[in-house]
């Protein structure tokens, strides 16, 4: 039974951004989280996406207005890079689960089904709608080639919307079935957005990107118009050197349109391998991986490894979230306290 409540709970009419309505599309197999009318994000649950082989977010609106994820592969836009086609969205998965990647599935991608791993949505067990805030309840499998589950999972997302702020809480919790579950060492994965290319790093490599009508070419080029984005880390790190590096939040920050955006992962404390190792990249794959730390470090730590027994489970707490503005490293600590907090 799918359960939908509408919050009744008061709120400071002052700080209130507008009502956040959740709507759920069974022909489409997406949740539009909408605030005000006003498209914030889709949960994708389809089985029928032949690139998508997981759920997803996607795309994320920033509250003014711009899109901060890429378009490519499912709704390509003009000068995108046309690399990963695995990268849609947010989303939460990891490239070596008992030896299979989940990471790195797409039909687009010719790694022997065998090896890959896919996340299948079960169903919506509630939807809550309200003033500034509103949740959703999920259910998953991650399947084995065969279709087996090896893990269930158990997903709360929080959607928040404040003055010039959207914030997505995702807190899920994975519980291995009838076999040992291991995550093993590799840089793919965990918690990752792939982002607008106005937010990745200019760059002198030349790359393949979308023509202006959105089509994929094979010529290389550089090409940095718009592209604008900057990496700082809690610990003060910037720009492409963030990556294989600890931190408990990561922001990027850049301009989209004339607007300027920052958009900022917060790894929870009481997550494995916390402070998380970052997969973050120049080229807009931005992502938290707390199993990385032998591959992000060149060998100099020790794998982690990290198992399930039959019928355990493991919990991780995510925050994203979408700025209005540049944000100092200051104000993001400050936010990053009020996510601690909550």
């Excluded at 378009?71 to 299979?100: C, K, M, Q, S």
Aim: proline residues 4%.
């Amino acid at each position: 039974m799918l359960l939908i409540v509408v919050c009744g709970c008061s709120v400071n009419k002052k700080n209130v951004s507008g009502l956040i309505t959740l709507v759920n599309n069974e022909t489409e197999k997406k949740v539009d989280v909408l605030i005000d009318k006003n498209l914030f994000t889709s949960y994708l649950y389809s089985d029928d996406i032949s690139v998508l082989k997981k759920t997803t977010l996607y795309p994320i609106i920033a509250a003014n207005g711009q899109t901060v994820t890429r378009g490519y592969p499912l709704n390509t836009r003009p000068n995108e890079r046309t690399d990963h086609p695995h990268h849609i969205g947010a989303w939460f998965n990891f490239g070596d689960v008992n030896g299979l990647d989940f990471w790195g599935n797409s039909d687009e991608i010719k790694t022997p089904k065998e090896k890959l791993g896919t996340i299948r949505h079960e169903k919506i067990v509630a939807l809550e709608n309200g003033e500034q805030k509103a949740s959703m309840d999920v259910q998953a499998n991650w399947l084995k080639p065969d279709g087996s589950v090896l893990l269930k999972e158990e997903t709360k997302f929080v959607f928040y919307a404040e003055n010039g702020k959207r914030i997505i809480d995702r807190v899920t919790t994975l519980k291995a079935q009838s076999e040992m579950v291991s995550f093993n060492d590799t840089k793919e994965g965990m918690f990752a957005i792939r982002t607008a290319r106005e937010l990745e790093h200019p760059s002198d490599s030349p790359v393949n990107l979308s023509d202006e009508n959105g089509h994929k070419t094979t010529v290389k080029v550089v090409n940095n118009t718009g592209v604008s984005g900057n990496y700082m880390s809690s610990e003060g790190i910037e720009g492409a050197d963030v990556w294989g590096t600890r931190a408990k939040w990561m922001a990027l920050s850049g301009t989209i349109n004339k607007e300027d955006v920052t958009l900022v992962i917060m790894d929870g404390p009481q997550n494995m391998g916390y402070p998380t190792y970052w997969h973050a990249r120049s080229y807009g794959l931005f992502s938290a991986n707390p199993f990385g730390q032998k591959a992000f470090t060149d060998g100099k730590e020790a794998s982690m490894n990290f198992s399930l027994k039959p019928n355990s489970s493991v919990t991780f707490t995510y925050r994203i979230e979408i700025l209005n503005g540049n944000y100092s490293r200051e104000r993001l600590e400050s936010e990053y306290q009020k996510f601690v907090n909550d």
